[in-house]
């Protein structure tokens, strides 16, 4: 299967997505919360990293669990900006 390339906008936006899973994470380890999420630490580390900016929904569903964040926070730190400043991100 070939994957089309990210866009800039999709790229800055799993920067964003992996930031936010850091801060919700605090002191605990990766393992753990990966461990909860019932994902593996490297997964988790991909995602955190930027390296993974396109997880899967239920991926993301499970980390917002094992983080007690709702999906309406995950959805509103990483939507289109109000100003349509990334507007390639509509097409596809």
Known sequence: ??????????????????????EA????????VAAVA????????KIETGR???????????LAFALDLSLDELAGACALPADGEHPEALSA
């Open 1 to 22: 299967m070939v994957r089309t390339p990210l866009t800039p906008w999709e790229r800055e936006r799993g920067e964003r997505f992996g930031a936010l899973l850091r």
């Open 52 to 62: 993974a900016p396109t997880p899967s929904f239920f991926t993301i569903v499970a």
């Open 25 to 32: 994470r605090g002191e605990r380890s990766m393992v753990e």
């Open 38 to 45: 019932g994902v593996s630490a490297e997964t988790l580390r």
